[in-house]
């Protein structure tokens, strides 16, 4: 079992940055991957960025390559996103989740066993 909390959620305004953080707790996060995703009020979650268990791999949904980035510290059991030129479009809870099997390429919310509670990420124009 892991347990995902995500925190550095916060009210911006259009073209800030700002970096998120999740930290799992268990021996066994440098096994999974991890992916982001958001969703935002009256809308389906939506994938935005992934990262394989080793970090040497990383994928991005289309409406924030070249904005955002996803990392990792294994050995701070941590995953990042630093998300840069913010949009109000960006406006969205954001929830980091974990793929116990520590695959590629993970697009879809089913494909992930473990979900944070969520960080509010708004964006004002």
Do not use: H
């Not at 939506?46 to 080793?54: H, K, N, R, Y």
């Not at 390559?65 to 990392?71: C, L, P």
């Not at 050995?75 to 969205?92: I, R």
Request: glycine share 14%.
């Amino acid at each position: 079992q892991v347990q995902l909390v995500e925190t550095g959620g916060g009210l911006v305004q259009a073209g800030a940055s700002l970096r998120l953080s999740c930290a799992a707790s268990g021996r066994t996060f440098a096994s999974y991957g991890m992916g982001w995703f958001r969703q935002a009020p009256g809308k389906e979650r939506e994938f935005v960025a992934g990262i394989t268990f080793s970090g040497s791999r990383t994928y991005y949904g289309d409406s924030v390559k070249g904005r955002f980035t996803i990392s990792r510290d294994n050995a701070k059991n941590t995953v990042y996103l630093q998300m840069s030129s913010l949009k109000p479009e960006d406006t969205a809870r954001y929830y980091c989740a974990a793929d116990k099997f520590g695959g590629v390429g993970r697009l879809l919310t089913e494909e992930y066993d473990y979900w944070g509670q969520g960080t509010q990420v708004t964006v004002s124009s």
